[in-house]
């Protein structure tokens, strides 16, 4: 690798501003304009009072450094401080900590930049380029070296050498992707991702307090979120999380007659009605739930379904309708599933329908 | 100071021995780069990326990647008691129980925003200035996976904390990938370890943040700066400024003052920003749990144009022999930004094709001198900031009082209608900005003031351009549209490539086709005798003019009048004349 | 005939006050304050019949019963019964200013009160003396003084957040609707949302949502209005949109700004 120009050189039509430096189309393109002093160059006064600004900001920011050390030993980290012309407050560790610093940091950057604009020299270099391709005799002589080179090792005639080398290379990294394997726990369960907590008789309770739920419970134009009650068996390391992610559900409640249809024949109880809370478009929780309307709505990208009706999908790039979880009373009078969910709940993926 | 010099001399000459550097120091310190501000974006977004590797390494010292479930006991009272992983409590910890933690995550965060936009400005200046022509194509290349590269790296590092945003975005991301057809659900398999969420995936993010991902970046954005250093950069066209040289100043030590100052400019104020502002307040947001969600769950910008893709798309899934394919996520979420990268990382090559342009730039475009080239910027703009627009359109709909299904429903239109018009407007725009720049040239510049002839016509007067002006003007490239090769030979066989060749040549006419040309220097000697005759003309008559302080400034009445009779001028400049000596007479 | 119909009626609430009085007298020292229904005076239920035919009465009927036809949401004037709705209902919409309806629109915005305390009062008395309803709640079921704010907490990001979002900025719903910031309004209103579910909001009836779990959320909300900022000004808590915009609109415009000052010339 070599630069082009090793040694910079000024041209001297950069002087004068009128030569012709270049031709385009027939014009020709004037030289560099003559260099205008600046008021830094030609007034010692100017030049000490720029001087000073710099030395100023350097100071400042030494000043900014010793600030910051005394805020970080003084200032506890709950403290506040109320902001000027808002009605609010903020950290008063951090502010001071970030303004110092912060000062600290850009009067340095603020104390260069003005160095070098007004004190160091302004007048424009001109540097020759030249073209970045090598010679022919050079691209000759670069292909000569490797075909001498190619031709001693004899990778060329030693034709099963050759071929051993390929198939070694071409094996060697299967091990680093074969290794990648266990990233998975095991093979893809297909079941896993089609099943979710809910059995027959499992009993419905309040997310996140654990309180079984009883149908008077559930008021007409009311939303109640819930889990199955042996949800909180499952413990975070067997994944609670993974089992929540697909048991969670909302209750909601209508008249009798504002359902328009269902995903099954009576699997409401007394006009309550068990969705999936996982949108089936990319997971998203869903609970946004416009009580008038029936119309169940998504925060992450607005799929709106109408509960009213089967859980159809109104609006949105959701392309299912949202499971319905049948459900019924026990004995003992609480709101019970009465069976898993007809289908997968949450996203789409390829082998969701086999 | 001579001992300084002293020392320094020997460390030098220490290093030499070893090394024999002095030639290359003496070449680099004597580097010329050209000065605009425009050439300091990029600048702004390699800053950024220090102080992201600085703070970031900071935040490991305490970050604990693990989703182990603990219950949380540090300072902050509305969270103490719940249960959260570690990974989210250990971010807690930063930001409330570690003195300088919360300035640090803010300054990282926030330095990761200006990151992207950063790249983002600079990738459109480099765009719009065609600086991605030959020989600089590689580097044009290497851009667009930095550009990549970061958005993964935001992405990885905003899933990172485990917070309900959070977890929210890795939900869809699974989401996303189980749209892939065949291998989609393979792969959340093996990427989250299992199911969703799984309690790996924090851990493998943060290899992927921390190490992997940095690590090529920051060997792409070491090629990028080398691949400058060694093509040495561009610069705008202007007097003495040549397709063979570079006209600036010399990296010592201007721009040893300039970029480092500019370096401590960037990080000062980010950690400015930081200390007064917050940003991604995780603890507001709570512990993810995939049963829980807050309105306005939206990612970090960079990810926003994706999301808005998302939200816009029509509800359409099929299923095909047993197999579902979510083409209402698959497209926008997967083949649009592929589209998107392809398509930009393969500019350069189309637009050299296109124009058979083989020649090597140095002297940059501007936008005007290549209307089609700016048209496909700003369209690809509109399509990138309707998007953006999409992705917000929640919070627009609350801020504007509009539905959300109105807006949904104009973008879904818009995003076909819009970035065309966008297209056919910027193009237009660039032509008129041509023919006026050749205006300027035949007839120079419009110096506002009027005059009205002796028949009572008004015109205004020009005045001659600068000469730099005149040099920017006139370095505009010649370009022609492709001719169209003949189809058959001269034997009459039929040139396989005729198809090809027709559409090239049919896209280069599209691209070059309407093209103002500069004048011919015959066209602009007489202009330019003939502006200098108007010049000779009318300023006589404009000095006495205003000596009579006739009209109001820069319109001049019934007295200045334009004409060719000498003799009226020489009567109007005897009449200033006087008026100028009794005015001198009465003030004395 | 007139005058024995209302002597009867001015002896029956008399009795009923006097009782209530009584009871009141003897359980002072066990409950502060019960429902305003409860403790409606005769005059309290008069002066809410008077306001309620003034200002009420044309949208919602003479008798509350509600007028059918086209609605405030298509353009007419109909107003729904206000049988059984109860007195929380009727706090709710007339202190947050919601009622009276100032026009048609996607939903009633908060605006300016038009009714002192004790007009509200009095109109939800007589809304509630006409059928049983969800009752404005006791200082008691207000006090949340005990409440855990972090369990509030979960419960506010289990049920409140997906529509109010997680700081109580509120956010969009579909076909213009949307949910309001909840900063602004008193405890009292907040468990009276809850309780009757108005407009698009779900119910959360205290069987759905126990009095302690109100309590908590209340106390939650209290905290994210009150408790000092723990770190900077923050940006409207929107989430990363406003975060964005501010990279954008401050962050890339001070960069951009430092670099023209570098490449500006020096005169």
Redesign the interface.
């Given at each position: 690798m070599t630069d082009n120009s090793p040694t910079p050189q000024s041209s001297s039509a950069a002087e004068t501003g009128t030569d012709v430096v270049a031709r385009n189309q027939g014009h020709d393109i004037p030289g560099l304009p003559p260099h205008r002093p600046r008021q830094t160059d030609i007034d010692p006064r100017a030049a000490k009072r720029a001087e000073r600004q710099v030395a100023l900001m350097f100071l400042a920011s030494a000043l900014m450094t010793v600030l910051f050390v005394i805020a970080f030993v003084q200032i506890p980290t709950t403290d506040t401080w109320p902001v000027p012309f808002f009605n609010a407050t903020i950290n008063a560790s951090n502010t001071a900590l970030g303004v110092t610093f912060g000062l600290a940091i850009f009067f340095i950057g603020a104390g260069a930049i003005q160095w070098a604009k007004k004190l160091m020299p302004d007048k424009e270099v001109v540097q020759l380029r030249h073209p970045l391709k090598s010679t022919q005799q050079e691209r000759d002589e670069a292909a000569e070296v490797f075909w001498d080179g190619a031709d001693e090792s004899g990778f060329g005639q030693r034709k099963i050498i050759r071929r051993s080398l390929l198939l070694a290379m071409g094996l060697f990294p299967i091990p680093l992707v074969v290794m990648l394997r266990d990233l998975a726990p095991g093979p893809l369960d297909l079941g896993v991702l089609k099943e979710t907590l809910w059995e027959e008789g499992s009993r419905i309770v309040t997310d996140p307090l654990e309180r079984p739920v009883r149908p008077a419970d559930v008021p007409i134009g009311g939303v109640v979120s819930a889990m199955p009650a042996n949800l909180t068996e499952v413990q975070h390391e067997e994944g609670n999380l993974n089992a929540r992610a697909k048991a969670a559900i909302i209750l909601v409640r209508m008249a009798p007659e504002d359902i328009q249809s269902q995903q099954g024949e009576g699997w409401d109880y007394q006009g309550i009605l068990a969705f999936s809370k996982i949108c089936t478009h990319v997971g998203c929780p869903i609970a946004l739930y416009q009580q008038r309307t029936h119309h169940l709505l998504c925060p992450c990208h607005q799929s709106t379904f109408d509960l009213s009706d089967s859980g159809n999908v109104v609006f949105g790039p959701a392309a299912r309708a949202l499971p319905q979880l049948p459900i019924t009373v026990d004995e003992e009078g609480f709101l019970i599933a009465r069976s898993d969910f007809d289908q997968p709940v949450g996203p789409s993926f390829w082998e969701r329908d086999r | 100071m001579s001992a300084t010099v002293n020392a320094g001399k020997k460390a030098a000459t220490y290093v030499d021995d070893r090394f024999a550097s002095a030639?290359f120091f003496?070449?680099s310190l004597?580097?010329?780069f050209p000065?605009?501000?425009?050439?300091?974006?990029g600048?702004?977004a390699l800053y950024s990326f220090i102080v992201i590797l600085l703070s970031g390494t900071f935040l490991t010292f305490w970050f604990k990647p693990s989703m182990?479930?603990v219950i949380y006991d540090g300072?902050?009272?509305?969270?103490?008691?719940?249960?959260m992983s570690e990974a989210y409590a250990s971010t807690l910890d930063i930001?409330?129980?570690?003195?300088?933690g919360?300035?640090m995550r803010?300054i990282h965060?926030?330095a990761a925003?200006?990151f992207v936009?950063?790249i983002s400005?600079h990738l459109l200046r480099v765009f719009f200035t065609g600086a991605f022509r030959k020989?600089r194509e590689f580097n044009w290349l290497i851009g667009v996976g930095l550009l990549t590269l970061a958005l993964v790296a935001g992405f990885a590092g905003y899933s990172l904390p485990d917070d309900?945003?959070s977890g929210?975005g890795l939900?869809?991301a699974?989401?996303?990938m189980?749209?892939?057809?065949?291998?989609?659900?393979?792969l959340?398999?093996?990427?989250f370890?299992?199911?969703?969420?799984?309690?790996d995936i924090i851990s493998?993010l943060y290899a992927v943040h921390i190490l992997l991902v940095p690590g090529i970046i920051l060997a792409l954005v070491t090629a990028h700066l080398i691949m400058v250093w060694?093509?040495?950069h561009t610069q705008y066209p202007g007097?003495?400024?040549?397709?063979?040289?570079?006209?600036?100043?010399?990296l010592m030590?201007?721009y040893m003052?300039?970029a480092?100052?500019?370096?401590?400019?960037?990080?000062?104020?980010?950690?400015?920003?930081?200390?007064?502002?917050?940003?991604?307040?995780i603890?507001?947001?709570?512990p993810y749990?995939?049963?829980?969600?807050?309105?306005?769950?939206?990612?970090?910008?960079?990810i926003?144009w994706l999301?808005g893709a998302?939200?816009?798309?029509?509800?359409?899934?099929t299923?095909i022999f047993?197999?579902?394919?979510?083409w209402?996520?698959f497209i926008?979420a997967a083949v649009v930004p592929g589209l998107v990268f392809t398509a930009m990382a393969l500019y350069p090559w189309f637009e050299s094709w296109v124009t058979g342009d083989t020649k090597?730039h140095?002297i940059l475009d501007r936008p005007r001198n290549n209307p089609t080239r700016t048209g496909i910027g700003v369209m690809a703009l509109t399509f990138y900031i309707l998007l953006w627009i999409g992705g917000?359109?929640?919070?627009i709909?609350?801020f504007f009082?509009?539905?959300?299904?109105?807006i949904?429903w104009f973008l879904r239109i818009g995003i076909f209608v819009l970035p065309p018009i966008a297209f056919v407007i910027t193009k237009r725009i660039c032509l008129s900005l041509q023919r006026r720049d050749r205006e300027k040239l035949l007839h120079g510049r419009e110096t506002g003031q009027i005059l009205r002839l002796p028949h009572g016509e008004f015109i205004e007067i020009h005045g001659p351009i600068s000469?730099?002006e005149?040099?920017v003007l006139?370095?505009?490239?010649?370009v022609e549209p492709l001719a169209l090769p003949p189809t058959e030979d001269a034997n009459g066989v039929k040139n396989k490539k005729a198809g090809r060749n027709r559409l090239r040549s049919r896209l280069s006419n599209w691209f070059y086709g309407d093209n103002i040309p500069?004048p011919?220097?015959e066209e602009?000697a007489a202009a330019d005798a003939h502006l200098a005759h108007e010049i000779e003309q009318t300023t006589p008559v404009l000095d006495e003019a205003t000596a009579l302080r006739v009209g109001t400034p820069g319109v001049i009445a019934d007295e200045g009048v334009l004409h060719d009779d000498p003799k009226l001028v020489a009567a109007a400049r005897d009449a200033a004349r006087t008026i100028e000596a009794e005015r001198g007479e009465n003030k004395s | 005939m007139r005058r024995s119909r209302w002597a009867a009626l001015i002896a029956v609430v008399a009795a009923l006050v006097a009782v209530g009085v009584a009871y009141a007298v003897l359980n002072a020292q066990s409950k502060a304050a019960a429902a305003p229904a409860e403790s409606a005076t005769s005059a309290q239920l008069e002066e809410g019949r008077k306001l309620f035919l003034e200002g009420c009465s044309s949208c919602h009927g003479l008798n509350a019963e509600g007028i059918d036809g086209a609605t405030v949401n298509n353009g007419g004037n109909g107003g729904p019964s206000l049988i059984g709705v109860g007195s929380a209902s009727v706090h709710f919409q007339v202190s947050t200013g919601r009622m009276p309806l100032a026009g048609p629109a996607a939903q009633a915005p908060v605006k300016t009160v038009e009714y002192t305390a004790e007009e509200t009062e009095a109109l939800a008395a007589y809304i509630a003396s006409l059928a049983p309803g969800p009752a404005s709640p006791s200082e008691e079921e207000l006090d949340f003084s005990e409440a855990d704010v972090a369990e509030g907490g979960e419960l506010f990001r289990t049920n409140c957040s997906q529509c109010h979002n997680f700081a109580g900025r509120g956010g969009a719903l579909s076909d213009g609707a949307y949910a309001p910031s909840i900063l602004d309004a008193t405890p009292q209103q907040i468990y009276e949302a809850m309780l009757t579910g108005p407009q698009q909001m779900p119910v959360f009836s205290n069987e759905s949502l126990t009095v302690e779990e109100k309590q908590a959320i209340l106390a939650y909300v209290d905290d994210l209005r009150t408790a000092p900022n723990p770190a900077g000004q923050d940006l409207g808590s929107l989430g990363p949109v406003g975060d964005g915009l501010f990279a954008w609109l401050v962050g890339i415009v001070l960069f951009v700004a430092v670099a023209v000052w570098i490449g500006a010339r020096v005169r």
């Open positions: - | 030639n003496k070449r004597g580097k010329v000065d605009h501000w425009s050439f300091m974006l600048e702004i182990v479930e300072s902050y009272a509305p969270l103490k008691g719940v249960e930001s409330f129980d570690i003195r300088g919360l300035l803010q965060h926030w925003l200006f936009a950063a400005v020989p309900l945003l929210t939900r869809i699974q989401g996303i189980l749209s892939i057809p065949l291998v989609g659900t393979y959340s398999w093996f990427v370890g299992g199911e969703f969420p799984g309690t493998r060694y093509q040495k007097p003495g400024r040549t397709n063979e040289n570079v006209v600036g100043y010399r030590p201007i003052a300039k480092g100052g500019f370096f401590f400019a960037v990080f000062g104020i980010t950690t400015l920003v930081a200390g007064l502002v917050t940003i991604n307040p603890w507001a947001y709570g749990t995939p049963d829980q969600v807050t309105a306005g769950s939206q990612p970090d910008w960079y926003g999301e998302l939200r816009l798309m029509p509800n359409v899934e299923v047993g197999f579902t394919i979510s209402n996520i926008p090597e140095h917000g359109n929640d919070l709909a609350r009082d509009v539905s959300v299904n109105a949904t000469v730099e005149r040099a006139l370095s505009k490239p010649e500069l011919t220097p602009l | -």
